[in-house]
């Protein structure tokens, strides 16, 4: 049986060993832009991100599982194949979605792991 103050000593020792691990971990890197990212996307090649852009207009494929996202001046490829998609992915809808950039076949090519989309807005015109 522990005494009072091996007890008080263990909970000390796991309390500071949590705090410890707290102050290690990394806080989350902020959302991209698609320009952001399209500037110098060799340098975040391969890394983890998180992006925020719009879904240009016809360009889901759901065969392939891809869309083209864009901002201002540029546009990037999405592949969600491997992706969580929450409902509501549509032309012109703001998405954020989370994942890793790489280049193949000349182009790159975000994949994605997790996509959100924004509810669509009450005064949107029916189409």
């Not at 990037?76 to 809808?93: H, M, P, T």
């Not at 989370?98 to 090519?109: A, F, K, P, R």
């Not at 924004?118 to 949107?124: F, L, V």
């Amino acid at each position: 049986m522990l005494t009072h103050r091996t007890r008080l000593l263990l909970i000390g020792g796991i309390l500071t060993v949590a705090l410890g691990a707290t102050l290690l971990l990394q806080t989350p890197e902020a959302t991209r832009s698609i320009d952001e990212v399209m500037e110098s996307p060799s340098k975040l090649e391969g890394k983890e991100i998180a992006i925020r852009g719009e879904v240009l207009d016809y360009s889901i494929d759901e065969f392939n599982s891809t869309f083209i996202i864009h901002g201002e001046d540029s546009q990037l490829l999405v592949d969600f194949s491997q992706a969580s998609v929450s409902n509501g992915l549509d032309n012109n809808r703001t998405v954020y979605a989370e994942g890793v950039l790489v280049y193949s076949d000349g182009i790159w090519i975000f994949e994605a792991e997790v996509i959100k989309t924004s509810c669509p807005s009450k005064y949107e015109e029916a189409e």
